[in-house]
């Protein structure tokens, strides 16, 4: 919020002292915050939501191709997510089923893979872990950066061909943390890799 320059540290002043009254919250858990100005007005949208390590997604995530594409973003701040969300919904829209265990895979106009609906990518490869390159769109997750901030992780272009080819996929986001993909658009990839469980050691031992 704070990277979109829409917001600034002393905005935030009124939201810290709102979440000295929410009390003690039973174990870890993250806050939502959302932000608008629909008017002359900002508005704010605040919730605070237990983390969730993924109960029930061990095996991992079923990844489909959508074919909605993400157009280069036209905002100042790349990467920033935005409460527009009409594309995302026609990609849900797209998928063979519902529930935790299946994502859409989302490419840009171009063909290079992006993000999913609910995570940010992350590539193995013999040259260690790849994320898409965002900035000419996608959302840049706190999970992303959080990673990236402890583990080798850089950031290029990558192709769906790259995806295929990939030793290990994995997802990552704020809630679930790290989880392993484990079918691309209907192509088995097997059990979980060891780098993405040594991933989610690394966020059970520092966050959960």
């Not at 002043?13 to 900002?42: W, Y």
């Not at 527009?84 to 935790?100: C, K």
């Not at 950066?145 to 990939?166: G, K, N």
Request: proline residues 8%; contains cysteine.
């Amino acid at each position: 919020m704070l990277r979109s320059g829409a917001v600034t540290p002393g905005d935030l002043e009124p939201v810290e002292s709102t979440l000295g009254q929410f009390g003690h919250f039973p174990g870890p858990a993250r806050v939502r915050l959302r932000f608008s100005e629909p008017g002359p007005r900002r508005s704010w949208d605040m919730a605070v939501e237990s983390l969730d390590p993924g109960e029930g997604l061990e095996s991992g995530v079923c990844l489909s191709l959508c074919h909605t594409r993400l157009e280069p973003s036209e905002i100042a701040n790349p990467g920033c997510k935005l409460l527009q969300r009409p594309r995302y919904n026609r990609a849900l829209a797209e998928l063979p089923a519902t529930g935790i265990t299946c994502d859409g895979l989302l490419l840009d106009t171009a063909g290079r893979a992006i993000e999913t609906l609910r995570c940010n990518l992350l590539v193995r490869t013999g040259a260690g872990w790849l994320t898409p390159d965002l900035s000419r769109c996608g959302v840049r997750g706190v999970m992303r950066d959080w990673l990236r901030e402890r583990v080798p992780v850089r950031e290029v272009d990558i192709s769906v061909e790259m995806l295929e080819h990939a030793a290990e996929l994995a997802l990552c986001n704020s809630v679930r943390g790290v989880l392993p993909v484990a079918e691309l658009d209907g192509r088995s990839l097997g059990t979980p890799g060891p780098e993405t469980r040594k991933l989610q050691q690394l966020v059970t031992e520092e966050l959960w």
